[in-house]
């Protein structure tokens, strides 16, 4: 089970890893990629990722990734491979700037600001399993179906066990996750202040 | 229609998930730990045979017993840790290399068999290369192994490893073995932080709930310094709570007073102009909260506490009672009725000499084989790995001496 466990976590790590090469390629280029030419990409980058090169390296090039940054949360990794299909909707600013602030709340607390640990929740709270259940509800509500199918999927991973983790805030939340999130918040508040100014309503008459 | 699809998915995924949380077994009470005390053993000791042991020996109480552990050649050895064996044995494990946090260092294990008075030769249980092909990713050093015994009788030993930075980095891992540590299974990481799984360290043995999963004391050093208290099902995290707060104690000893009642002994982290006392918590339901309590009023340099209760109610500690150094390391026991540490047995130290050529005795590891008697592994100025034994029936005599020979049982309580 733990070969299976480790095995599969590599896989994963040489997609993200691919993906993320094949989507700064895209973006330093001209023209959109054809779907093919993405496909093909990302097959030959996971493999160059997935097995030892040798080149006095004892590993895969993907489990020094792994050693440093860990498994990413299943909902970073659908929303990074799912980034790739071009006719897909984008994340909507209100699941960013929510995942933003429980972050911003979640992370202190969890590194030892205090006496409270909401990652304990994680191992198998009803109350934090039925929150979760209610913000992949108000996704699916908010017409973003795409969250609610990522959301479900991370909460059966975490049943089935797929990462070493028992722990349901490692499938749904990294640090990673964290920092894209706010980021694009601020740049969301930066373009919105932007297009306000370009507006011109500063030199309207009263 | 797709948002119906994808709505009846995470119904789906919702009952999965409460299925799932509904199989996860309940906090567990602390497994009673104590036993019937023995009579008193009045019997010469094994005499020791090889030539770095000595063993001055009286005619009625067993004096304690001084080896070293079998050296390696490694130029640098620290954290040693034991467990007893099945056989009436002792297991200890430590790590080696040229230096700490080398690349070439590996953890060493050897046996004690306390009938001769001899330690085996060592054995390397894992090395930096065994442990990142095993955990499928890159690990850069190796330390603080802590063995455990399973409910189903296997030994475990959890270690930390490294991946980038320092021991702030660190992770936990575990491998088990079927054979009392003679061949292990393929690590398994420990998931037990949300941050990349960064900085959870084990210093501390295990304890044992009564549904026969482990309690793991294991500590944060990074962001903040506390103490986190990991409930452990076969090789992985399946609940956690939090010990102490804050940036000033870590590497929590566990004293298990009653089936809900446990205490814990840290090693503080303060800084400069707070007080150097062993920080004290507790908890009332078996560890699924904990208090912080009043420290205990015996002084500390920032260094490892390791202590074992007795079959006699009684409790011992060892550890530096100074508040700068390592330079003396100290046995103390408090019975169970009065609670008061006194000093029963100065094991090192280096307080004569001029401070340039004091040694550092730390890292201290406390075990019994039957519950009365105590062997306590330290590193002894990071060369070499000395072990101590005592008699049942000479902590017993300690014990009937306590409070009453104030004169010879000096108090090292921190002013």
Redesign the interface.
């Known amino acids: 089970m ?2 299976l466990i ?2 599969f ?2 896989v994963e790590m040489s997609i993200t890893c691919a993906v993320i090469i094949t989507l700064l390629l895209q973006k330093t280029s001209p023209q959109e990629f054809p779907g093919i030419a993405k496909g093909m990409l990302i097959l030959l980058l996971s493999n160059l990722f997935f097995w030892p090169l040798g080149l006095g390296m ?2 895969p090039l993907s ?2 990734v ?5 498994d990413l949360s299943i909902v970073t990794t659908l929303l990074l491979w799912l980034s790739l299909f071009s006719g897909s909707k984008p994340t909507p600013l209100a699941f960013k700037f929510a995942v933003a602030c429980i972050s911003i709340a ?2 202190p607390l ?8 909401p ?2 929740w994680g ?4 109350l934090f ?1 039925i929150g979760v ?1 209610l913000f ?2 108000v996704c ?1 509500l908010a ?1 973003w ?1 795409k969250g ?2 990522i ?3 991370a ?2 991973a ?2 089935a ?1 797929w ?5 349901l ?2 499938y749904l ?3 990673f996750l964290a920092i894209w999130t706010v980021i694009a918040l601020f740049r969301a508040l930066y373009s919105k202040r932007r297009d306000k100014a370009r507006s011109g309503y500063l030199f309207r008459p009263g | 229609m797709s948002r119906v699809i994808a709505l009846c998915f995470l119904l789906l995924a919702a009952v999965i998930g409460f299925l799932h949380i509904d199989s996860r077994p309940p906090w567990a009470s602390f497994a009673s730990n104590v036993a019937a005390p023995v009579e008193e053993e009045l019997i010469t000791p094994a005499l020791p045979k090889s030539k770095n042991q000595t063993a001055p020996s009286k005619v009625s109480i067993a004096d304690p017993i001084s080896t070293w552990l079998p050296e390696t050649g490694a130029a640098s050895v620290h954290a040693a840790s034991l467990i007893a064996l099945k056989d009436g044995t002792l297991r200890s494990f430590w790590f080696a290399g040229s230096r700490e946090g080398a690349a070439d260092v590996v953890i060493n294990s050897a046996v004690f068999d306390p009938k001769s008075a001899n330690w085996s030769a060592p054995t390397i249980v894992i090395d930096r290369v065994s442990a990142e092909k095993g955990l499928a990713r890159y690990i850069a050093k190796l330390g603080n192994p802590v063995p455990a015994r399973m409910a189903d009788g296997r030994l475990q030993l959890f270690f930390v490893t490294v991946s980038i930075g320092g021991w702030a980095g660190s992770s936990i891992s575990s491998i088990v073995s079927d054979d009392e540590g003679l061949t292990w299974s393929n690590p398994q990481r420990l998931i037990s932080s949300p941050l990349m799984n960064l900085s959870t360290l084990v210093k501390s043995p295990s304890i044992t709930f009564a549904d026969g999963r482990l309690g793991l004391p294991a500590y944060h050093e990074w962001i903040g310094r506390f103490g986190e208290f990991l409930r452990i099902d076969a090789q992985q995290v399946i609940d956690k709570r939090r010990m102490s707060s804050g940036r000033s104690a870590i590497q929590p000893l566990v004293f298990v007073n009653d089936t809900q009642d446990a205490t814990a002994y840290f090693r503080q982290t303060r800084s400069a102009g707070q007080l150097k006392q062993v920080p004290v918590s507790q908890t009332q339901n078996a560890g699924e909260s904990w208090q912080a309590g009043a420290d205990l009023p015996i002084a500390n340099p920032n260094s490892a506490v390791t202590g074992l209760l007795l079959n006699s109610g009684a409790r011992i500690l060892v550890l530096n009672n100074i508040e700068t150094g390592r330079y003396r390391l100290v046995l103390m026991m408090a019975d169970a009725k009065s609670g008061q540490w006194e000093t029963i047995e100065v094991l090192e130290d280096d307080e004569a000499l001029p401070e340039d050529q004091r040694k550092e005795f730390s890292y201290p590891y406390l075990m019994s084989l039957d519950g009365n008697d105590a062997h306590v592994v330290y590193t002894w100025d990071r060369k070499k790995i000395r072990h101590r034994s005592f008699s049942g029936a000479w902590l017993k005599r300690a014990q009937s001496q306590l409070g009453t020979a104030p004169t010879e049982i000096n108090s090292q309580e921190a002013k």
């Open positions: 733990n070969n480790q095995t976590a590599l004892e590993l489990a020094y792994r050693g440093v940054i860990g979640f992370y969890a590194l030892g600001f205090g006496m409270f640990d990652y304990a191992y198998g709270s009803n399993f259940l992949a509800t699916g017409n179906s609610v199918w959301i479900a999927i909460i059966l975490w049943a066990h990462h070493e983790s028992a722990n805030w490692d939340l990294d640090p």
